[in-house]
């Protein structure tokens, strides 16, 4: 066991060596040089001597393995440097729509568990009838259905048409009345891959013999299902929790941007639009060390719970 | 086969396909209005007998650009997963089959992609490659081609230990035959599952990134952007919002419902463990 975590986390780090230099060479993916794109305005371009200025001031006169060097240095010690734009320190910008980012997700985190447990349990039991369809069609719309546009009709329903709810923003520091929406919209798609793996999973149990014995020696069926098979069902649920999280960060993308919630995804959005170079990569390698800290949690619980796995295999 | 069309969710996925294929390669034959043609005077209007789906803020036929907007649509969606099969069918097959340094390097090499969020991945690439479907793509092959390089490695490395791949040494087949003959067909299976499942992923992701802007360019009819074009008049015009999100919802959930029906006959583990 020791010597499979030791070695799961000896391998985080030519990852995160590898996501430090595709973020790193983003700048100089992008067509035009970076000083001279940022510094255009509606006058024309930039004189050159500012465009030297700018390069130096930012460092980009340097070569590039130097420039990488100095920049995974300073990101080892957590420092990202400083926005183009705004000239404020990445790493503040960071933390703090990180901040907004982890209460969305939690609240969301939270709807879904609320409204994919109980559904995957009741799909179950109810196997094969009508329920059971409609839990599982109502999953599988809930990974198809488009956050950007299941937000807009939210938004439609409850904050045009009933006026109920803000349409966006951050609120008052992130209020419940801002949260609501966006947090229901980037729950879905976990929701409906919760509710599928509760009801796989539960059915898996109750398909084995110590099920079948306690039947036999006459347990009401509640107790069957609620102590002997939930139980054990609920291992894979609770693990792929925490991958949910990774959903979430994938979803805070595009639903943040839209309720205008000043999280990481907006962060992100924003400073694409902005060809703010800092922010990007810092916002890139920021998110992949949580990431994969993440999964790297998720699998050691696995394992952890599930003795009948042999991590000498896994890779 | 006839088995296949038993289960109801491949029949249903299926059908919904072949009519979104029909429908891309027929648009102009199918379409009631040129999906580009711009009229002011036409402005935002509601659905009519005449625009059934309604006009956008520039008096262009919805249901027109809709029709066009699946050519887009299953276009990205096809090729994204044809590149990313190709690039994960070589990376996975010279890990899984070859293994040592190689199969050390390549799975490094996947860990890294792996390692950033898809989205973030993707809305990356393609914001620092700069707009347009071919860089669009790109962005999404450079999330997708992992999933298929370790399945198609986990499967061969359970594969090659196998009799009759050991009988095939035995009697002097060459590396080559071996996988093209016996390695291969036994990896199709899972292969296919995760290939439906993901055209339906990447018309979702590239929808999304056309949304941000960052995908296919104005004026061509792309379900995404024009949900970005609708924004503006949700209050006044909710329609265009409806249809294209509609469209893009029917799609991925065709890939969804066709993909989960395979894996219930292609896959005897999940049929045996998961009754369904």
Same mark, same amino acid.
């Given at each position: 066991?020791?010597?499979?975590?030791?070695?799961?986390?000896?391998?985080?780090?030519?990852?995160?060596?590898?996501?430090?230099?595709?973020?790193?060479?983003?700048?100089?993916?992008?067509?035009?040089?970076?000083?001279?794109?940022?510094?255009?305005?509606?006058?024309?371009?930039?004189?050159?001597?500012?465009?030297?200025?700018?390069?130096?001031?930012?460092?980009?006169?340097?070569?590039?393995?130097?420039?990488?060097?100095?920049?995974?240095?300073?990101?080892?010690?957590?420092? *990202?440097?400083?926005?183009?734009?705004?000239?404020?320190?990445?790493?503040?910008?960071?933390?703090?729509? *990180?901040?907004?980012?982890?209460?969305?997700?939690?609240?969301?985190?939270?709807?879904?568990?609320?409204?994919?447990?109980?559904?995957?349990?009741?799909?179950?039991?109810?196997?094969?009838?009508?329920?059971?369809?409609?839990?599982?069609?109502?999953?599988?719309?809930?990974?198809?259905?488009?956050?950007?546009?299941?937000?807009?009709?939210?938004?439609?329903?409850?904050?045009?048409?009933?006026?109920?709810?803000?349409?966006?923003?951050?609120?008052?520091?992130?209020?419940?009345?801002?949260?609501?929406?966006?947090?229901?919209?980037?729950?879905?798609?976990?929701?409906?891959?919760?509710?599928?793996?509760?009801?796989?999973?539960?059915?898996?149990?109750?398909?084995?013999?110590?099920?079948?014995?306690?039947?036999?020696?006459?347990?009401?069926?509640?107790?069957?299902?609620?102590?002997?098979?939930?139980?054990?069902?609920?291992?894979?649920?609770?693990?792929?929790?925490?991958?949910?999280?990774?959903?979430?960060?994938?979803?805070?993308?595009?639903?943040?941007?839209?309720?205008?919630?000043?999280?990481?995804?907006?962060?992100?959005?924003?400073?694409?639009?902005?060809?703010?170079?800092?922010?990007?990569?810092?916002? !890139?390698?920021?998110?992949?060390?949580?990431?994969?800290?993440?999964?790297?949690?998720?699998?050691?619980?696995?394992?952890?719970?599930?003795?009948? !796995?042999?991590?000498?295999?896994?890779? | 086969?006839?088995?296949?069309?038993?289960?109801?969710?491949?029949?249903?996925?299926?059908?919904?396909?072949?009519?979104?294929?029909?429908?891309?390669?027929?648009?102009?034959?199918?379409?009631?209005?040129?999906?580009?043609?711009?009229?002011?005077?036409?402005?935002?209007?509601?659905?009519?007998?005449?625009?059934?789906?309604?006009?956008?803020?520039?008096?262009?036929?919805?249901?027109?650009?809709?029709?066009?907007?699946?050519?887009?649509?299953?276009?990205?969606?096809?090729?994204?997963?044809?590149?990313?099969?190709?690039?994960?069918?070589?990376?996975?097959?010279?890990?899984?089959?070859?293994?040592?340094?190689?199969?050390?390097?390549?799975?490094?090499?996947?860990?890294?992609?792996?390692?950033?969020?898809?989205? =973030?991945?993707?809305?990356?690439?393609?914001?620092?490659?700069?707009?347009?479907?071919?860089?669009?793509?790109?962005?999404?092959?450079?999330?997708?081609?992992?999933?298929?390089?370790?399945?198609?490695?986990?499967?061969?490395?359970?594969?090659?230990?196998?009799? =009759?791949?050991?009988?095939?040494?035995?009697?002097?087949?060459?590396?080559?035959?071996?996988?093209?003959?016996?390695?291969?067909?036994?990896?199709?299976?899972?292969?296919?599952?995760?290939?439906?499942?993901?055209?339906?992923?990447?018309?979702?992701?590239?929808?999304?990134?056309? =949304?941000?802007?960052?995908?296919?360019?104005?004026?061509?009819?792309?379900?995404?952007?024009?949900?970005?074009?609708?924004?503006?008049?949700?209050?006044?015009?909710?329609?265009?919002?409806?249809?294209?999100?509609?469209?893009?919802?029917?799609?991925?959930?065709?890939?969804?419902?066709?993909?989960?029906?395979?894996?219930?006959?292609?896959?005897?583990?999940?049929?045996?463990?998961?009754?369904?």
């Amino acid at each position: 066991m020791l010597a499979y975590i030791t070695k799961r986390i000896l391998l985080i780090v030519p990852a995160l060596l590898f996501v430090s230099i595709i973020s790193f060479s983003m700048v100089y993916l992008a067509p035009g040089d970076p000083a001279e794109v940022l510094l255009m305005s509606p006058n024309g371009s930039p004189s050159p001597e500012a465009i030297d200025a700018f390069r130096v001031r930012m460092g980009l006169d340097q070569p590039i393995h130097v420039q990488y060097l100095r920049w995974l240095n300073n990101v080892v010690h957590g420092d *990202f440097g400083y926005s183009y734009m705004s000239e404020q320190p990445v790493s503040g910008a960071i933390m703090k729509s *990180f901040r907004a980012t982890l209460k969305l997700s939690i609240v969301s985190m939270i709807i879904s568990i609320i409204v994919s447990i109980p559904l995957g349990i009741l799909a179950a039991v109810k196997q094969n009838t009508i329920i059971d369809d409609l839990c599982r069609l109502g999953a599988l719309i809930g990974v198809s259905i488009p956050n950007f546009w299941q937000a807009f009709l939210l938004i439609l329903f409850f904050s045009v048409y009933l006026d109920w709810l803000p349409v966006a923003g951050y609120g008052n520091g992130g209020d419940l009345e801002h949260m609501i929406l966006p947090a229901i919209t980037l729950g879905t798609s976990s929701a409906a891959v919760t509710a599928r793996l509760m009801r796989s999973s539960l059915l898996e149990a109750l398909s084995q013999d110590y099920i079948t014995t306690a039947r036999a020696k006459g347990l009401p069926e509640k107790i069957v299902i609620g102590k002997h098979a939930l139980k054990n069902a609920l291992i894979p649920v609770v693990t792929m929790l925490g991958l949910n999280l990774g959903f979430l960060l994938n979803g805070a993308v595009v639903v943040e941007w839209i309720f205008g919630w000043p999280g990481i995804g907006d962060l992100v959005v924003d400073s694409i639009y902005k060809r703010d170079y800092t922010v990007i990569q810092g916002s !890139i390698i920021f998110i992949a060390v949580i990431f994969v800290t993440l999964n790297l949690i998720v699998d050691i619980s696995y394992t952890y719970l599930n003795p009948r !796995i042999s991590y000498e295999s896994v890779d | 086969m006839s088995q296949w069309t038993k289960n109801r969710n491949i029949l249903v996925g299926l059908s919904i396909i072949s009519l979104l294929i029909f429908i891309a390669v027929f648009a102009p034959q199918i379409a009631p209005h040129n999906p580009t043609e711009v009229n002011s005077k036409i402005r935002l209007q509601p659905p009519s007998k005449e625009y059934p789906f309604g006009t956008d803020h520039m008096g262009r036929c919805i249901l027109s650009r809709i029709i066009y907007g699946a050519r887009v649509s299953l276009l990205v969606g096809v090729a994204v997963i044809s590149g990313s099969l190709l690039i994960g069918i070589v990376f996975g097959t010279v890990s899984g089959y070859f293994g040592g340094l190689a199969d050390d390097l390549i799975m490094r090499l996947v860990d890294g992609f792996l390692a950033i969020p898809s989205m =973030f991945l993707a809305l990356a690439l393609a914001g620092a490659l700069g707009p347009g479907l071919f860089n669009l793509m790109i962005a999404l092959i450079a999330v997708e081609w992992t999933s298929y390089a370790r399945v198609v490695r986990g499967s061969i490395l359970s594969v090659k230990e196998q009799e =009759f791949v050991e009988a095939a040494r035995g009697l002097g087949a060459s590396d080559f035959y071996i996988l093209v003959h016996h390695v291969l067909p036994n990896i199709i299976s899972p292969v296919i599952v995760i290939a439906t499942l993901g055209i339906g992923y990447a018309i979702l992701a590239a929808a999304g990134l056309s =949304f941000l802007g960052f995908g296919v360019q104005p004026p061509t009819p792309e379900w995404g952007s024009m949900l970005d074009d609708g924004r503006l008049f949700m209050r006044k015009a909710p329609y265009i919002m409806v249809f294209p999100g509609l469209a893009i919802m029917i799609t991925v959930l065709a890939f969804n419902f066709l993909g989960d029906g395979l894996r219930d006959e292609l896959d005897p583990r999940s049929r045996k463990e998961i009754p369904h």
